[in-house]
């Protein structure tokens, strides 16, 4: 079975610290990672996903395979960078059709 | 262009009484998924329909159940409501559901069994 896990439910940092958070992941296939964001009052939102290896927002992931892991990094952070971030898994062999595996969620609040 | 929008936006039910919910997707979308999100369980995968064809199922109980429209659009049903079924159901179009491609969220219907 496919899971993942956030372990940070909560995590504080002041305006301009490097931020990263966590992604672990176990699946036996070929995953897709992705990684999505919810700011206040607003939907659901992809921020990036591995298989582009792009930087969106100042926000980079690097999908460790042998660590199964699939952090979330961003050198300086920002106000505005407050919001929960889901991590998310696919089967990239087609068959899981539109099934998204998502971790538990982390609640990122960057302080002034 | 419009994004994916589900309606009702909220829903108040009495325990036994059953619901449906609706999903529009964005225009050329033809896979649409489901989504329960609960603070205990967080973002749990209910199906997938794909040119009206449930093509991946969760594991949500039979009283659970949608349909896929020509369209694209689909709606979700729930039987005799439970208080556990509160919760905001999310639904995601993307082009065809897999395959790397971008699934794109709705603001949800918050349904409120009591």
Redo the contacts between chains.
């Keep these: 079975a496919q899971r993942v896990t956030q372990p940070e439910k909560l995590l504080s940092v002041f305006k301009g610290a490097p931020v990263e958070l966590k992604c672990n992941y176990s699946y036996s296939g070929s995953p897709?990672l992705f990684w999505y964001v919810q700011y206040s009052r607003q939907?659901?939102?992809?921020l990036l996903?591995h298989?582009s290896r792009e930087s969106i927002k100042g926000f980079t992931a690097d999908l460790n395979k042998g660590e199964t892991s699939f952090h979330l990094k961003k050198p300086f952070a920002q106000e505005e960078d407050s919001a929960m971030y889901?991590c998310a898994l696919?089967?990239?062999g087609?068959?899981?059709?539109?099934?998204?595996?998502?971790?538990?969620?982390t609640i990122l609040t960057v302080h002034p | 262009k419009a994004g994916v929008t589900q309606t009702p936006r909220y829903l108040i039910k009495t325990r036994g009484q059953q619901v449906t919910l609706s999903c529009s997707p964005i225009s050329g979308h033809r896979s649409v998924s489901w989504y329960q999100q609960t603070p205990g369980q967080g973002l749990q995968f209910l199906f997938e329909y794909f040119s009206e064809t449930q093509r991946n199922k969760g594991n949500f109980p039979g009283r659970f159940s949608g349909r896929q429209f020509s369209n694209s659009r689909s709606e979700m049903n729930v039987s005799t409501l439970e208080l556990g079924d509160s919760a905001l159901y999310l639904c995601a179009s993307s082009i065809r559901g897999g395959g790397n491609t971008e699934a794109f969220f709705g603001q949800g219907t918050r349904l409120t069994v009591v």
């Design positions: 897709e939907r659901l939102q992809l996903r298989i889901y696919r089967n990239a087609g068959t899981s059709y539109g099934k998204l595996t998502f971790g538990q969620g």
